[in-house]
């Protein structure tokens, strides 16, 4: 007794990491990132979560960008207090600007935009090709003991090791290493599909999960229910799935309860819920929509940009009681990671969890939870 408390293994992994972060070859990629966007102004294009945690390390790192760009926002940037210019004042404002697009899912719609307006393709920069990462480490650091938690919480290899992937993404852009399973259908993770599935879709998009769906049970379901806020996404949705049976399509948020909320319009498969959004859309949860229903969820997906914790407090009484097969995103907010398993723990259903990642990048970690 009162020898040295043992190192963990994820703290011994997150001091190495914190070292790549202070090495000398570290600091010399950022001289290179000074160097190649000086001499003119720096645009970032899009003003959301990435733009955000952008912003701030190019300020630390001695970077300073005139503003952000995006088809959503004016004003000025709540976080960084930078003025928010729409793609159309762009260019009259700062034609021979370097942009630097912060966005990883829409990076070709919003280049194929700049170029159209006339922005010169050596003008145009991604954050996902540089040297740039999503977190500093004092923006990490309140999260390090949610991750040391997960890391131990976690009983397999394969989820252990996406947590530290995902901290080598945030502090170092280093790629992450995907799963080979099918995205929310992973049999790797316990997920095993009968015939009598009822299927919730949270953030339904054009109805591409609502096909995987369709593919992996061959057609033989219960029944299909698709929660989509963004109108185009709805209408696009309901083209594409136009003559299956056995589907309802619900123009609503999933939440913790019924309401009416802001949320950010023409987004596409980032529109979500939030306080400044310019648009306004019903919300239900869960465990109110299925009260009177006769079907009852066996397998709920969740991909709302952020809102699935509050969708998962409005689940409980569904999850306690039916105890369905769970798919939820884990990447848009830092401590999902741990914050989600933790919250689902306290419903004390006796799930096994998993993690699995489906892409090279910081999108698209998946939190299982089966029986």
Request: with cysteine.
């Amino acid at each position: 007794m009162g020898g040295k408390i043992p190192m963990s293994k994820f703290r011994e992994r997150f001091s190495h990491i914190r070292a790549q972060c202070e090495s000398a070859a570290f600091r010399s990629d950022i001289r290179h990132l000074r160097d190649k966007f000086h001499g003119s102004p720096l645009v970032l294009y899009g003003a959301g979560d990435l733009g955000a945690r952008t912003a701030k390390w190019l300020f630390r790192s001695g970077i300073h960008p005139v503003c952000f760009c995006d088809r959503s926002g004016s004003g000025l940037h709540r976080e960084t207090a930078l003025p928010i210019m729409s793609p159309k004042d762009l260019l009259p404002h700062y034609k021979g600007a370097n942009i630097l697009v912060c966005s990883i899912a829409h990076a070709h719609d919003i280049r194929q935009n700049l170029l159209l307006l006339g922005i010169s393709e050596e003008r145009i920069f991604f954050v996902e090709n540089l040297p740039i990462p999503a977190m500093t480490i004092e923006d990490f650091l309140p999260h390090v003991e949610g991750y040391e938690w997960a890391y131990h919480f976690f009983a397999d290899d394969i989820s252990k090791e996406i947590i530290c992937n995902r901290v080598e993404g945030y502090l170092l852009s280093a790629p992450l290493r995907p799963s080979q399973g099918v995205e929310y259908f992973d049999r790797s993770a316990g997920v095993v599909l009968g015939s009598e599935e009822v299927f919730v879709d949270g953030g339904m998009f054009d109805g591409d999960t609502a096909m995987a769906f369709v593919r992996q049970t061959k057609g033989i379901f219960r029944h299909y229910y698709g929660f989509e806020i963004d109108a185009t996404n709805y209408e696009k949705a309901v083209q594409n799935l136009a003559g299956m049976e056995h589907m309802t399509l619900v123009q609503k948020g999933l939440w913790s309860g019924e309401a009416e909320r802001h949320y950010h319009t023409n987004l596409l498969a980032s529109s979500k819920l939030s306080e400044s959004g310019d648009g306004m859309i019903q919300v239900t949860s869960l465990d109110h929509f299925f009260a009177d229903l006769p079907d009852q969820p066996t397998l709920i997906k969740l991909d709302i940009e952020g809102a699935e914790k509050e969708a998962l407090l409005g689940a409980e009484n569904v999850i306690k009681s039916i105890r369905p097969k769970l798919a939820i995103c884990a990447y848009h907010k830092p401590e999902d990671i741990y914050s989600l398993p933790q919250l689902l723990t306290s419903y004390e259903v006796g799930y096994q969890f998993a993690l699995r990642h489906y892409s090279d990048n910081l999108l698209d970690t998946v939190l299982y939870a089966v029986q």
